[in-house]
């Protein structure tokens, strides 16, 4: 999740490469922006794709992402596609080439970056058909022509109107224009440990845990009860950052300046009560020290996240630890909140438009399939009635949180996201300032002095913004 962003500067030029390289990106951007304005209607079309530089008659796929999991769900329940080893697959005709570069220090955007650069002198075999975004970063790329706007292949408001409003604010750029599309949802809820819950706060059942953790004074109040007896509330301040981040009345950046919403202050000074009083720590998340908490030796309460960390990310697998013991349970917690998710782009210049958009259909549009992935792999899916009809069927179960079925809770959780606050300088502004602020909860820096770190850093990334 931790990702460096490349500054605006190479995003003007990506843009201008590929405005020179893009015969018709002039003309994509106009009629994208005026289809989206008049009601996102490609009027039946489906493989004509005259609105960009587009066709469908190549003969291979190539998708650019950074882990297995999209590969998976193709793999797995797209009817039409075949394996043939572990980076090669077919649809039909279609040779498949996965090409998966992992996110450490940032390779998988460096990557990706430099082939897209390449993308109009690119051989037809060579070009990328589609790549891949995570929400810290889609700005990024969904402002610039080397995305393609969905109404061009054929995708109208009708094939999406099941799907979350947020999971489609994410991939939408400043002109109003959907240029991409995503199987999953990623709202976010508060996992905690029901033994725990038990013995300090008498039952572990969701309704009445949520009394203890349903405003951030009430949880405040809770870390002093378990850490009577113990334990800690998060196994570091980090874990409660994005409930916090994804909760501002801000941006980041306004009208050129570095701005720090109240909500981000009220983190630092609930977090710094909290490490001060011993009642979390400052790990840094992903490390050795921040995973202990999924065993009970690591006496941790809880963790923030949405149903792929608790699901795959949290030992659920491992002998021993909570998840695999099915001790894991699921309330609201202060704030709702989402983090993470897979967004499907085409890339401009793709010779197989009308592939990419059956496969964005069927991923994320179609509710049996969808459906199937819940089951099958305890996704949460970017579709309203699959998941409202999950949430009450009584026969899904999570092992993982003690035979819980929580589909309603995080349904109600991405039914009330709010993007309006994001901005293309999210994930550097994030990533900075919480680097400051752990100098500031160890005792290293004042809070000025952090603060004054976090300025120097993000002018060192974003020159042209004010942060003074």
């Known amino acids: 999740m931790r990702k460096k962003v490349l500054s605006l500067m190479l995003v003007s030029t990506m843009v201008a490469g590929c405005l020179a390289g893009c015969g018709d990106s002039g003309n994509s951007s106009n009629s994208s922006n005026s289809s989206t304005n008049g009601g996102n209607d490609s009027s039946g079309s489906t493989s004509e794709a005259s609105k960009s ?14 882990n297995e999991e999209f590969k998976t769900r193709v793999k797995d329940h797209y009817p039409d596609y075949k394996e043939v080893d572990s980076t090669h697959g077919t649809i039909g005709d279609v040779n498949v080439v996965w090409n998966i570069t992992p996110n450490k220090d940032n390779a998988y955007q460096q990557n990706l970056d430099n082939t897209l650069q390449k993308q109009a002198d690119a051989a037809a075999d060579d070009k990328i058909d589609i790549f891949l975004v995570e929400a810290d970063y889609a700005l990024k790329y969904v402002d ?17 109107a099941n799907q979350y409003k947020y999971t489609q604010d994410v991939v939408t750029d400043s002109k109003g224009v959907l240029k991409g599309l995503s199987w999953q949802g990623c709202p976010g809820v508060l996992f905690y440990n029901r033994d725990v819950a038990k013995e300090v706060l008498g039952s572990d059942d969701p309704d009445k845990v ?26 570091s301040v980090n874990d409660s950052y994005r409930v916090y ?3 501002v009345t801000s941006k980041w950046v306004e009208d050129g300046k570095v701005n720090i919403d109240a909500n981000i202050e009220k983190w630092v000074d609930d977090s710094k009560k909290l490490v001060d009083a011993k009642e979390t720590n400052t790990y840094e998340l992903w490390s050795d020290d921040w995973s202990k908490g999924f065993y009970p030796e690591g006496k941790v309460f809880a963790y923030f996240g949405p149903a792929w960390l608790v699901n795959f990310s949290m030992a659920a697998d491992q002998e021993g630890s909570i998840g695999n013991m099915g001790k894991w349970g699921a309330t609201k917690g202060p704030q709702g909140f989402f983090w993470g998710g897979t967004w499907i782009c085409a890339c401009q210049g793709t010779d197989n438009a009308d592939t990419i958009k059956d496969i964005m259909l069927k991923l994320t549009t179609d509710t049996d399939i969808m459906t199937d992935i819940v089951k099958k792999d305890d996704d949460f899916v970017n579709n309203k009635p699959a998941m409202e009809a999950m949430a009450k069927d009584t026969s899904y179960k999570s092992k993982i949180l003690g035979g819980q079925n929580p589909l309603g ?15 293309n300088y999210d994930q550097g502004c994030n990533e900075e300032f919480q680097n400051a602020m752990k100098g500031y909860f160890e005792g290293k820096s004042t ?22």
């Open 53 to 66: 530089n587009l066709s469908s008659d190549g003969k291979t796929l190539n998708i650019y992402c950074w």
């Open 144 to 160: 610039t022509d080397y995305t393609v706007p969905i109404t061009d292949l054929g995708i109208t408001d009708a094939d999406i």
């Open 210 to 235: 949520q009394e203890s953790v349903k405003d951030w004074d009430t949880y405040n109040a809770t870390a002093e009860k378990l850490k009577e007896k113990g334990y800690y509330i998060t196994s």
């Open 245 to 247: 981040s994804n909760n």
């Open 409 to 423: 809770m995080f349904a109600e959780g991405a039914d009330s996201i709010d993007l309006s606050n994001i901005s």
């Open 447 to 468: 809070k000025e002095e952090a603060i004054q770190a976090f300025y120097k850093a993000v002018k060192e990334k974003y020159p042209e913004l004010e942060t003074e």
